[in-house]
């Protein structure tokens, strides 16, 4: 009998279901697209130092899924929290981003902060607003917010970010591509390249030049001579002053001010190495060595280097005076570490009322009226030799006009500047009647950035851009026997303190003119030391200048950029 057929077993094995995805789907970046869009605007247009591997990682921790397991309130709640903890990251890179300086050398300086004056500080807060800016970006936006209606931002975000990826390496795809194609002509084409070919500026090339700069500025020094037996004694005025370059003074129209027409010598390309005053002033004390890099400055250097002290060597009497009580950030107690004394008028002895005061509050006295006084003091001295250390502050920014009711009003610069060359000017004027044998020396401390720039606003000096170091430096003789009239000598090319110091040697090295003989310029001014590079450093940051372009390190361990136009 045949079996009958035994029904199927059903199987035990569940049935397989489909597994819930492990993410959700891909989001966009809401609001944040603003954000990378303005930010991408501004560093386009140099506004900006865009750190682009920072970006794109914040980038990416917004765009992350989150997991699907989380529904409901707890999804919200993660999204909510993400985005918390991305508010004040974003708000942390945004500040990175920016040319500002950074928040720890704001906390450094918090002491000198708290010094500056209510007005002052209104001031600085207006000029960080740009309200040209501010309006671009804000039509901007809302045009953006209207055409999100048919267009996915989040593409057009992560389209720039890709471009600012990209646009680094295209000029180097681009070489590569042309190299085959370019191969036959190669080798005639580089025979008939110039020999003086300049390289280009890659950042290893940039150290070694700065590091063969240093190697170099340090070997050289001025050699002081005794003065020849029967040379004619004469005075040293070195006016030093805060604030005044060759950019501020085309900004404020007065670059061909009648003052500068009188000089005997103008330096065409002085570079002040800094645009901080302390450093600027140690720097000028020490003229007598070359450009040493900025960690060195308050470090002991060879006595041979303090060019105060080796006019004191020569038998002048050595005298330091100020317009102002310049104890801001040590400054004061800076100078008298360098060899100078104390000042010959002390503030509590100026016959006249102060005309400013200085944006920390401090009474500041107009240059005529305490050159003027000096000056009547130095003729009732017996000394046969005497050399001044001058330093004004009353182009420093923030400073103020008092007013006879006690209150006081904005000083603009240009009323300021063209009142400081018309007293200098003036002195000039008294100097000549006195028939004093003379030798004037202007040497600006530093710019004031009347300009400013997309890394720096008016008046910001935390940047040593070329427009804040090249300053008008010169000299001007007094009753030294040569024609007065003379339009002024131009030193074309790079200088700096040392050449200042070498033209100082070889004025006290002068013998005595014999009847009828002319003064000569030409000994004095040949083979004067000159800049090979353009190396100025405030702090930590470095500016490099090479022919019209200028590179910038944020610090040792930053990348070289250029600095933006």
Same mark, same amino acid.
């Given at each position: 009998?045949?079996?009958?057929?035994?029904?199927?077993?059903?199987?035990?094995?569940?049935?397989?279901?489909?597994?819930?995805?492990?993410?959700?789907?891909?989001?966009?970046?809401?609001?944040?697209?603003?954000?990378?869009?303005?930010?991408?605007?501004?560093?386009?247009?140099?506004?900006?130092?865009?750190?682009?591997? $920072?970006?794109? #990682?914040?980038?990416? *921790?917004?765009? +992350?899924?989150?997991?699907?397991? =989380?529904?409901?309130? &707890? /999804?919200? %709640?993660?999204?909510?929290?993400?985005?918390?903890?991305?508010?004040?990251?974003?708000?942390?890179?945004?500040?990175?981003?920016?040319?500002?300086?950074?928040?720890?050398?704001?906390?450094?300086?918090?002491?000198?902060?708290?010094?500056?004056?209510?007005?002052?500080?209104?001031?600085?807060?207006?000029?960080?607003?740009?309200?040209?800016?501010?309006?671009? $970006?804000?039509? #901007?936006?809302?045009? *953006?917010?209207? +055409?999100?209606?048919?267009?996915? =931002?989040?593409?057009? &975000? /992560?389209? %720039?970010?890709?471009?600012?990826?990209?646009?680094?390496?295209?000029?180097?795809?681009?070489?590569?591509?042309?190299?085959?194609?370019?191969?036959?002509?190669?080798?005639?084409?580089?025979?008939?390249?110039?020999?003086?070919?300049?390289?280009?500026?890659?950042?290893?090339?940039?150290?070694?030049?700065?590091?063969?700069?240093?190697?170099?500025?340090?070997?050289?020094?001025?050699?002081?001579?005794?003065?020849?037996?029967?040379?004619?004694?004469?005075?040293?005025?070195?006016?030093?002053?805060?604030?005044?370059?060759?950019?501020?003074?085309?900004?404020?129209?007065?670059?061909?001010?009648?003052?500068?027409?009188?000089?005997?010598?103008?330096?065409?390309?002085?570079?002040?190495?800094?645009?901080?005053?302390?450093?600027?002033?140690?720097?000028?004390?020490?003229?007598?060595?070359?450009?040493?890099?900025?960690?060195?400055?308050?470090?002991?250097?060879?006595?041979?280097?303090?060019?105060?002290?080796?006019?004191?060597?020569?038998?002048?009497?050595?005298?330091?005076?100020?317009?102002?009580?310049?104890?801001?950030?040590?400054?004061?107690?800076?100078?008298?570490?360098?060899?100078?004394?104390?000042?010959?008028?002390?503030?509590?002895?100026?016959?006249?009322?102060?005309?400013?005061?200085?944006?920390?509050?401090?009474?500041?006295?107009?240059?005529?009226?305490?050159?003027?006084?000096?000056?009547?003091?130095?003729?009732?001295?017996?000394?046969?030799?005497?050399?001044?250390?001058?330093?004004?502050?009353?182009?420093?920014?923030?400073?103020?006009?008092?007013?006879?009711?006690?209150?006081?009003?904005?000083?603009?610069?240009?009323?300021?500047?063209?009142?400081?060359?018309?007293?200098?000017?003036?002195?000039?004027?008294?100097?000549?009647?006195?028939?004093?044998?003379?030798?004037?020396?202007?040497?600006?401390?530093?710019?004031?950035?009347?300009?400013?720039?997309?890394?720096?606003?008016?008046?910001?000096?935390?940047?040593?851009?070329?427009?804040?170091?090249?300053?008008?430096?010169?000299?001007?003789?007094?009753?030294?026997?040569?024609?007065?009239?003379?339009?002024?000598?131009?030193?074309?090319?790079?200088?700096?303190?040392?050449?200042?110091?070498?033209?100082?040697?070889?004025?006290?090295?002068?013998?005595?003119?014999?009847?009828?003989?002319?003064?000569?310029?030409?000994?004095?001014?040949?083979?004067?030391?000159?800049?090979?590079?353009?190396?100025?450093?405030?702090?930590?940051?470095?500016?490099?200048?090479?022919?019209?372009?200028?590179?910038?390190?944020?610090?040792?361990?930053?990348?070289?950029?250029?600095?933006?136009?």
């Amino acid at each position: 009998m045949p079996h009958a057929s035994r029904p199927a077993r059903p199987s035990r094995r569940p049935a397989r279901t489909p597994r819930p995805p492990q993410w959700v789907a891909w989001g966009g970046l809401g609001a944040w697209n603003y954000y990378f869009l303005g930010k991408l605007a501004l560093a386009l247009s140099g506004h900006l130092n865009f750190h682009l591997l $920072l970006n794109l #990682a914040f980038a990416a *921790l917004l765009l +992350l899924p989150l997991p699907a397991l =989380l529904r409901g309130a &707890t /999804l919200r %709640g993660v999204e909510r929290l993400r985005t918390l903890i991305a508010i004040p990251l974003g708000i942390a890179l945004l500040i990175k981003d920016t040319w500002f300086p950074p928040i720890a050398r704001l906390l450094e300086q918090r002491d000198a902060l708290q010094a500056f004056s209510f007005d002052y500080l209104l001031t600085l807060g207006g000029r960080f607003i740009n309200w040209d800016l501010l309006g671009s $970006l804000f039509v #901007a936006g809302v045009l *953006l917010w209207f +055409l999100s209606q048919w267009l996915r =931002l989040t593409t057009f &975000t /992560l389209a %720039g970010l890709s471009w600012m990826v990209i646009a680094p390496l295209w000029p180097q795809v681009q070489t590569q591509a042309q190299q085959p194609a370019a191969s036959a002509t190669t080798v005639t084409a580089a025979a008939q390249l110039p020999t003086q070919a300049v390289p280009l500026l890659d950042p290893a090339t940039l150290d070694q030049q700065v590091a063969h700069f240093f190697e170099q500025q340090a070997a050289q020094k001025t050699r002081f001579q005794p003065p020849p037996e029967g040379a004619p004694p004469f005075d040293i005025l070195m006016l030093q002053i805060c604030s005044l370059s060759w950019d501020d003074l085309t900004m404020a129209g007065l670059q061909d001010h009648p003052l500068f027409k009188r000089m005997d010598v103008l330096f065409d390309q002085f570079n002040t190495a800094t645009a901080y005053s302390g450093p600027a002033s140690i720097r000028t004390l020490r003229a007598s060595c070359g450009q040493p890099p900025n960690t060195q400055l308050y470090q002991n250097t060879d006595e041979d280097c303090y060019l105060f002290k080796n006019l004191a060597h020569l038998g002048f009497d050595v005298q330091l005076q100020l317009n102002n009580l310049d104890d801001f950030d040590g400054y004061l107690d800076a100078l008298l570490a360098q060899g100078l004394p104390n000042m010959t008028i002390p503030e509590n002895r100026f016959t006249a009322a102060p005309t400013m005061s200085t944006f920390d509050g401090k009474p500041l006295w107009n240059d005529a009226h305490v050159l003027q006084q000096w000056w009547a003091l130095r003729l009732q001295q017996d000394q046969p030799r005497v050399a001044l250390f001058y330093d004004s502050i009353s182009l420093h920014d923030g400073n103020r006009y008092r007013l006879a009711g006690g209150g006081s009003r904005n000083a603009d610069y240009r009323s300021r500047a063209q009142t400081l060359l018309d007293n200098l000017e003036s002195f000039f004027d008294t100097l000549e009647r006195s028939g004093r044998r003379t030798l004037v020396v202007l040497v600006p401390e530093h710019g004031y950035n009347l300009r400013g720039d997309r890394m720096q606003i008016t008046g910001m000096r935390d940047i040593p851009s070329p427009a804040t170091t090249h300053v008008p430096a010169g000299i001007k003789l007094i009753g030294w026997g040569h024609a007065q009239n003379d339009a002024p000598r131009h030193i074309t090319q790079p200088s700096s303190y040392l050449a200042i110091s070498e033209l100082i040697a070889r004025l006290a090295a002068q013998r005595s003119l014999e009847a009828g003989q002319e003064f000569q310029w030409q000994p004095l001014l040949a083979d004067l030391p000159t800049l090979p590079l353009w190396v100025a450093e405030n702090g930590s940051v470095m500016v490099v200048q090479q022919g019209q372009e200028a590179y910038i390190r944020l610090n040792p361990q930053s990348a070289w950029q250029a600095y933006p136009r």
